[in-house]
């Protein structure tokens, strides 16, 4: 049963930015597709970025945090990061932690293990 805790959440304000972690129980993450998804109230759960393929540093982002939103790993800690900058009032939301081990990245269902989520709020 693979193990992910996020951190880093919080209230900021436009513009500003934040680093989301994800600790992962697992020795290695490189066999897995490691995804950042969010959630606001009132609204479903969607995608915001993953990591395919760790060596070739393949990644995907949603079209709404491309060029703002960084995902990236630390191997010798376990930890799957997003960076988040100019930040907008629209990215408020619950923002999860999630691994796979193949499929769509951007469907919640190839995900099998899911953090609890942390929360982020950007005010205006």
């Known amino acids: 049963q693979v193990q992910l805790v996020e951190s880093g959440g919080g209230l900021v304000q436009a513009g500003g930015s934040l680093r989301l972690s994800c600790a992962v129980s697992e020795r290695t993450i490189s066999p897995y597709i490691m995804g950042w998804f969010r959630q606001a109230p009132g609204k479903e759960r969607e995608f915001v970025a993953a990591a395919i393929n760790w060596s070739t540093g393949s990644t995907v982002y949603a079209d709404s945090v491309k060029g703002r939103f960084t995902i990236s790993r630390d191997n010798a800690k376990n930890t799957v990061y997003l960076q988040m900058n100019s930040l907008k009032p629209e990215d408020t939301a619950v923002y999860y932690c999630?691994?796979?081990?193949?499929?769509?990245?951007?469907?919640?269902?190839?995900?099998?293990?899911w953090g609890q989520g942390t929360q982020v709020t950007v005010s205006s």
């Open positions: 999630a691994a796979g081990d193949g499929g769509p990245v951007t469907n919640l269902g190839t995900y099998a293990y």
